[in-house]
């Protein structure tokens, strides 16, 4: 399991997974869930019970998987095509199978046929004495015919035979002779939410007894549901570290204050492969080293850091940052005044929109700032685990606020465990610039929004006691905004 926010490489790293499982002779089979399904109603249709638009959902998935298996047949897969005909058309069979349920009549139809003839016959005989023959013919039958008529009337479900399904799926991964079958799903949290958990369940059912099948997930961690749980006897779905391990959070993974030394690094080779992959394209002379690329696009290391912490983790919002940068730059290299500048900048053009569009979300960083940047005086807050919100959720999603660290202490509360946020490294910049611009401008020195940013530092929160007393209390928020309340 994969979980990071758009932006992150998920999609990047699933496909260099799929790659280069090609690449040493396995079989894979990349799935976008965005383009399962040829009719996107069904499985928005709220008349369709849970269950059958899940059902409809995994035939969908699964048909995509029986022609990439056919694919890597088609291309050389294996040597004896001829051997997986069986297989293969019994797994078409498990997962096409239509019933029929409403009621069902039977009627016996009972045909009878009388058949009757009749004939007279006169025959004249002339030889040596006439003579006249006569004679007469009366024939008949009766058949009775009894045929049964079977009925049904209702309504067709669609219906997947598991036992068959996983028979016909080992007997082909069998006769693949591959070390290993990797079925890759990207964009998970594009299925409806309350759908997730019925297709997590079936797709268990289906892959998860077979040890040569690897699968991987792509996925948001708070748009993605993977278990339905009814009762202690009544879970639906998959249960992360129990059925699947949920290993890699790319979120964390890149942050600078989490690992400084890690995120330099990547971000130094992530801006030199792609440098080096435009310069190849326009035919211009090729960097020999990330080094380079750093020592001629930035003034100093404090910059690049300056750059990394911008990103906030974020390689898209990176590329963006430093787009904009080399324009403020033109010719020159970057320094501090033009990251900062450049990280409003981008958040202006990019997320500030979520937020105005976005009424419960404005007033919601607006509390977060009350309650943080000014009365604590820190750019961070601390969110109880378990106390999850929907809306403090769509703030992580667009990428307003970040999760730092989790389980961290609070040292008013020492036993309960919090969520680290902090704020977005442009909101805080946007945040600080306008409570600093005049209300009154001499517009002949022409002081703008973007002159100001360039100066506000953005604070490193290394120092836990800035931050441990900042606990976010969202019923005070419900409690001054009524109608948000869920």
């Known amino acids: 399991m994969i979980f990071g926010r758009r932006g992150t490489g998920k999609t990047h790293a699933l496909r260099y997974l799929y790659a280069t499982r090609g690449d040493v002779g396995d079989c894979s089979i990349f ?13 928005n249709d709220q008349n369709l019970p849970v269950t059958e638009r899940a059902t409809r959902l995994l035939i969908d998935t699964l048909a995509f998987i029986q022609d990439g298996l056919l694919d890597f047949i088609i291309n050389g897969g294996v040597s004896d095509i001829n051997s997986l005909s069986g297989p293969i058309d019994r797994l078409g069979n498990a997962i096409s199978n239509v019933r029929v349920t409403g009621n069902v009549s039977v009627k016996e139809i009972v045909t009878e046929t009388d058949k009757k003839s009749k004939g007279l016959g006169i025959q004249l005989l002339f030889g040596g004495r006439p003579k006249v023959d006569a004679h007469a013919k009366q024939e008949g039958s009766k058949t009775l015919e009894s045929a049964l008529s079977r009925e049904s009337t209702g309504a067709e479900t669609v219906a997947i035979r ?36 019925f297709l997590a369940d079936m797709l268990k059912r289906a892959f998860f007894n077979i040890p040569q099948i690897t699968v991987k997930i792509g996925a948001i961690e708070h748009r993605t549901k993977f278990l339905l749980d009814s009762g202690p006897d009544n879970a639906i779905g998959l249960e992360l570290t129990s059925d699947i391990r949920s290993n890699v959070r790319l979120d964390d993974y890149l942050i600078f204050e989490n690992n400084d030394d890690a995120s330099i690094r990547f971000f130094k080779e992530f801006l030199f492969r792609h440098v080096k992959s435009y310069c190849r394209e326009k035919g211009l002379p090729e960097p020999d080293s990330s080094d380079e690329v750093y020592r001629k696009s930035f003034n100093q290391k ?10 906030e983790g974020v390689p898209r919002d990176a590329l963006h940052i430093a787009s904009i940068c080399a324009q403020k730059s033109l010719a020159g290299t970057i320094d501090i005044p033009k990251v900062r500048a450049s ?26 700032v009350d309650n943080s940047i000014r009365s604590k005086k820190t750019n961070a807050f601390l969110l109880e685990v378990g106390k999850r919100d929907r809306n403090v959720d769509l703030l992580f999603d667009r990428r307003l606020v970040h999760i730092r660290q989790r389980n961290v202490s609070s040292r008013d509360n020492p036993g309960a465990r919090y969520l680290h946020y902090k704020i977005d490294y442009g ?7 306008t409570k600093q611009m005049p209300l009154e401008q001499d517009f002949s020195k022409a002081i703008t929004l973007e002159d100001i940013a360039e100066n506000v530092e953005v604070p490193m929160e290394n120092d836990a006691r800035s931050y441990r007393r900042s606990i976010l209390d969202l019923s005070q928020f419900y409690s001054a905004h009524p109608e948000y309340a869920a």
């Open 31 to 43: 799935i976008d869930m965005r383009n399962i399904g040829s009719d996107g109603s069904i499985y």
């Open 162 to 197: 598991f036992p068959q399904l996983s028979s016909s799926l080992r007997d082909i991964v069998n006769a693949l002779a591959v070390r290993r079958v990797w079925i890759i799903m990207d964009e998970w949290s594009a299925i409806p939410v309350e759908l997730q958990p």
């Open 302 to 311: 404090n910059s690049f850091e300056e750059f990394v912490k911008a990103a």
């Open 343 to 368: 990280g409003h900048r981008y958040y202006q053009e990019d997320k500030s929109s979520q937020v105005e569009e976005n009424p419960v979300l404005r007033d919601l960083l607006q509390f977060v």
């Open 427 to 433: 909101c805080y910049v946007d945040l600080i610039a």
